[in-house]
Nanobody, 122 residues
């Protein structure tokens, strides 16, 4: 099993930056594909970014060029650097882990963190 704990959320003005972290338990973190999702009030959970165990990355179109996903397997930690934040980025951000399936599909992820709130003011 993998336990995930996010941190780094908060309130930031539009145009600002935040760095989210996701600490994973267990010794098999490096074997999991990892992803970030977000969910705004009244909306479905949506894909933000994903990274393979080798470091290949995938992004939703609305964050390309602004967000960067990375991982440190030695520290069992996943990151999401968010720059040029917009009010529409306001949501609860979740990290998740999977062994297979589609990187963009929430249903294919086996383990989830509790989420961290990101609020971007205009």
């Amino acid at each position: 099993q993998v336990q995930l704990v996010e941190s780094g959320g908060g309130l930031v003005q539009a145009g600002g930056s935040l760095r989210l972290s996701c600490a994973a338990s267990g010794r098999t973190f490096s074997s999991y594909f990892m992803g970030w999702f977000r969910q705004a009030p009244g909306k479905e959970r949506e894909f933000v970014a994903a990274i393979t165990w080798r470091g290949s990355t995938y992004y939703a179109d609305f964050v390309k060029g602004r967000f960067t996903i990375s991982r440190d397997n030695a520290k069992n930690t996943l990151y999401l650097q968010m720059n040029s934040l917009k009010p529409e980025d306001t949501a609860v951000y979740y990290c998740a882990a999977r062994r297979g399936g589609n990187y963009y599909s929430p249903g294919d992820y086996e383990y989830w963190g509790q989420g961290t709130q990101v609020t971007v003011s205009s």
